[in-house]
């Protein structure tokens, strides 16, 4: 936990780095840390966390 990656997720346009608060068996619960202009709005509504699944991590 506490590690920071990116993730792609259908509510935002463009992949969101969060830092992993949480680890569940399929999924994880991010803070989101970065993500573009055009998604903050979302962000600000989902109080910057989102649970997404593991295998949406971008793999660099």
Not at 1 to 9: H, N, Q, R
Not at 45 to 52: A, P, T
């Amino acid at each position: 936990m506490g590690e920071t990656l990116a993730f792609e997720s259908d509510l935002f346009e463009k992949p969101v780095e969060g830092k992993i608060e949480k680890i569940y068996e399929n999924s994880v619960m991010i803070r989101v840390t970065n993500c573009c202009s055009s998604d903050e709005e979302t962000a600000h509504q989902l109080h910057w966390q989102l649970i997404v699944k593991k295998s949406r991590a971008v793999h660099a």
